[in-house]
């Protein structure tokens, strides 16, 4: 399946209007005219054909345990649990689950997946869950449920399944962290093993799972503590190499979860502030000072990403990250890790917009420009031919600052009147630059090659790539 653009939801259809691509892939609908009698109650059967609606008696439904999913008669029933299932679910996910809500989220049906995590939030919402257990025992449920579709690659399933994790971060996950003394460490414990999973759908092809996992980590951030949350999103790399095979070293993500990464944060940010680098009890800092959701650990990611990645929308991202972090630390927050960027023209191109996103003045056509996704840099400056020997008069007079970009074409009236406008274009924006990755040194995209077999110091010293 997809993003969920050919999925029509339960919500949507109703008890007659069962999609014509499921009729005859269920077993369940494999109903011979010639071997069945419908219940009085159901829709008649068409001539030598399978049922508009499933018959409403025996085990096709209705469905006792899904009262509150609109439209459920209209589901096949969940199939039977394997007995491996059955044996992992037993304790709190049996006894607040149930085990028809179980069977319906390990269905192989997307539909009844859906109905089963719909009918999962209401029950945890509406405090079925709390009379059958403890906080405890409701982060368990929740978290078995959770853990079974974060990978489902149906946006009908997966809304509903981060919806269920956000309604147990607010309730279940909330309580065990204020009200037990071990809360903190027992939720990680077990919340752990779905953080990976989660934290890689920030970069979903669908839009709305984008939210909706975005959503989820700033409950999380909220009710479990923002270290905790985004001790993964602050990784900026893998070892799983293709086909999800372990690489022998590790790489960058790919630019859109890197800059995916670099919104939530600051989201995370906005919502929770920074922990100081001298706070935090044992629940922020029970994965290492590395995860910590601090200054220093943010800055850092954000120039390893300045440094490392030449994708002018992750650097965006990036910087803008960085002046985040300076607008609630100040901008000396910044000087030990500008100090690593080697060039001075990438120092004071990156300075200068921390500077712009603080000081609000980042124009309209910057921003818009921003958006494009080819790698730009900015140039070396070109060489300046001194007119000594000239009196004052006879020197000729100083060109006033291009509006117009010499290699991309790109105008703007600004530039003119800030000339540090045109060098941000230069590194940033122009799509006719790009970064030498052997040797850092900015050129323009169609003399690459040949700068690489002439110019390029770390090509004619070995260390550069082919």
């Keep these: 399946g997809g993003g969920g653009n050919h999925h029509r939801s339960i919500l949507e259809a109703g008890p007659n209007s069962l999609p014509s691509e499921y009729l005859g892939q269920d077993p369940y609908y494999a109903v011979a005219t010639a071997n069945t009698t419908p219940p009085a109650a159901a829709a008649p059967i068409e001539t030598g054909g399978t049922p508009k609606t499933p018959p409403l008696g025996g085990d096709r439904g209705p469905h006792p345990d899904l009262p509150d999913v609109p439209n459920s008669e209209a589901l096949p029933a969940a199939e039977i649990l394997p007995p491996a299932v059955a044996h992992e679910a037993q304790g709190a996910p049996m006894t607040l689950l149930g085990e028809y809500i179980i069977r319906c989220i390990v269905s192989k049906d997307w539909r009844v997946r859906e109905a089963g995590f719909i009918q999962a939030e209401h029950d945890l919402e509406k405090g079925v869950w709390a009379d059958k257990g403890d906080a405890v025992s409701g982060a368990h449920a929740a978290i078995y449920a959770v853990r079974k ?26 309580e065990m962290v204020s009200s037990m003394p071990r809360g903190s460490r027992d939720l990680h414990a077990i919340l752990e093993p779905l953080m990976p999973a989660l934290t890689d759908r920030l970069s979903d092809p669908n839009k709305r799972c984008q939210e909706a996992t975005r959503n989820a980590i700033l409950a999380i951030a909220v009710n479990v503590g923002p ?21 022998a070293a590790p790489s960058l993500l790919p630019n859109k979860a890197l800059s995916a990464r670099c919104d939530v ?63 609630l630390v100040g901008r000396d927050a910044i000087k ?27 124009g309209s056509n910057s921003s818009s420009s ?33 509006v117009v970009c010499q290699f991309c074409g790109y105008s703007d009236p600004e530039f003119a009147n800030q000339s540090d406008l045109l060098d941000l274009h230069y590194w940033r924006d122009c799509p006719s630059l790009t970064q030498c990755y052997g040797c850092g040194q900015v050129v323009e995209l169609a003399g690459l090659s040949e700068h690489r077999a002439v110019e390029c110091e770390a090509a004619a010293g070995g260390g550069g790539q082919t």
């Design 149 to 174: 579709c974060v990978t489902d690659k149906i946006a009908n399933v997966f809304l509903p399944c981060m919806r269920l994790l956000q309604a147990a971060a607010n309730s279940v996950f909330s």
């Design 227 to 247: 270290s905790f949350a985004t001790h993964h999103v602050l990784k900026i790399t893998s070892r799983r190499g293709a086909g999800g095979r372990a690489a």
């Design 265 to 327: 944060l600051q989201a995370v940010i906005d919502t929770c502030g920074l922990v100081s680098t001298d706070a935090g009890g044992v629940a922020e800092n029970a994965h290492g000072s590395n995860s910590s959701f601090t200054a220093p650990v943010l800055l850092t990611m954000a120039f390893d990403l300045l440094k490392q990645c030449p994708a002018s929308d992750v650097r965006s991202s990036a910087v803008s990250l960085a002046a985040k972090v300076c607008s």
């Design 336 to 362: 030990p890790f500008i100090k690593s960027i080697e060039r001075q023209s990438q120092r004071e191109a990156i300075e200068t917009e921390i500077d712009r996103i603080l000081n609000g003045r980042r």
């Design 370 to 402: 921003s958006s494009k996704s080819a790698p730009r840099r900015r140039p070396q400056p070109q060489d300046s031919r001194p007119n000594s020997g000239l009196t004052k008069d006879q020197q000729p007079a100083v060109a006033p600052t291009p």
